[in-house]
């Protein structure tokens, strides 16, 4: 899920989440979002819903030292940092460099997927990517202090 907003949780959404975590076979990537926020104190939604299914996911600055200086953050609710700063994005005729926290979802929403077309089940995979996770001093204000590298 590359989108998001502060404030209040929305209901529906909410409920969908559950439902996904209840039935034990549905990971929810989300992007952290890009206002360099702590997530831990103001709620970004759908990445501060507290279900256990729930991925957040923050961008790394280009030359991988540091978060991307638009990237929220929350030791308790940001779990890992992936690239998000100069992507490279075809639109069509001309190829652009881009930057956010979506583009580090989906390149993290793909890690998860290579585990779990490997066999891993959802409920493990969180641990997966943290075991190959590259950990970094500067990702303190994130929960597992890492980044997504592969």
Known sequence: MSFGWCGEPHTLLKKFITATENKGKILVVTSAGNTGSDNDKISHYPSSYTNANVLSVTAMNTPFTDLASFS???????????????????????????????????????????FYAKGVPMNLIETKIKGEAIPFNSAKDIKHQSYIQK
């Open 72 to 114: 929220n953050y929350g030791k308790q609710s940001v779990d890992f940092a992936a690239n998000g700063e100069n992507i490279v994005f075809d639109f069509g005729k001309v190829a652009e460099k881009v930057s956010g926290t979506s583009f580090a979802t989906a390149f993290a929403t793909a890690n998860a997927a290579w």
